[in-house]
């Protein structure tokens, strides 16, 4: 298949990438520049321009092409839709739009989400933009048969990008203190990028899966305390941990209010069967207690990535600080 990926070179396309590679596509990346930390593959084929400005340029760029898949890793409101769908509307058989499984309902009536668990998520812009992104697309598909796609992937993370940030990693490697949101319960997944590249490349060239949405995610379910936990188990190191309030970490840190009320402090097991059912050989082979070795060991082999935030030690401080004279 001819394919093309907007974007192309961050955590999820790459994986997609390497993959659609392997599977022998031919693959064409549109985005602005490459990436130090996800250089493109080799065997590709780059079309260089910025797909928010260069309307000109990309318009001469895809002269006389036409994809059998084209996929926006990059799409983030409604007018990067409407373009979209202008651009590409006789350039493709499948338009696939990434969205956000934080787009479910918070907080979720049932922890078990599936496909057709109602997208509502009143504590988080980011989210409420993919949902409506979603929304002009069936529309489109509906009234005009536009041949959308939508994935919505959770919690993805790979060599290159682990679920903490180094800061965090370097503070267990001092021994500081590290919060966890809530008691620790709350039910998490994550997904390792290459098994979620899997279900994606799968669904390339269906064309039964037009018209339809799916999450791609893992099937390990485990608690903020079991990842924390492991994540100490890799370092070698003993935990050092202080279990906080996602409302009372939302005092001092506004982002806390999407990203952590508005989807991480949420129990959710996704229902996999509708991806297995569309692509049979799907399965998600990277455990939590590898993945995250595989993260400490891509970061210790490059130390250029080791980078700290004194900002967020400086909140998370001020943070554990509050808490403790509160409750102490």
Known sequence: MKLLFIGGTGLISSACGNLALKRSHELFLLNR???????APKNVTILEADIHADAAHLSALLAGHHFDAVVDFI??????IERDISIFRDKTDQFVFISSASAYQKPPQNYLITEETPLENPYWEYSRNKIACEDLLMKTYREDGFPVT???????YGPFQMPFTWTLIDRMKRSEKVIIPGDGTSLWVLTWNDDFAKGLVG??????AIGEAFHITSDEVLSWNQIYLEAYQAL????NVVRIASDFIAIYDEHAVGS?????????????SKIKRFVPDYNCEVKWSEGVRRSLAWFEAHPEFQTIDAESNLLWDK????YEKAFS
């Open 33 to 39: 520049s490459s990436s130090t930390k996800f250089p």
């Open 75 to 80: 799409a983030f409101s409604p007018n990067d």
């Open 150 to 156: 939508i994935i919505r992937p959770s919690h993805t």
């Open 203 to 208: 669904l390339l060239g269906n064309k039964d």
């Open 236 to 239: 070698g190191l003993s935990p």
């Open 260 to 272: 952590l009320i508005g989807d991480k402090s949420n129990s959710v097991v996704f229902d996999n």
């Open 319 to 322: 943070i554990i600080s509050g």
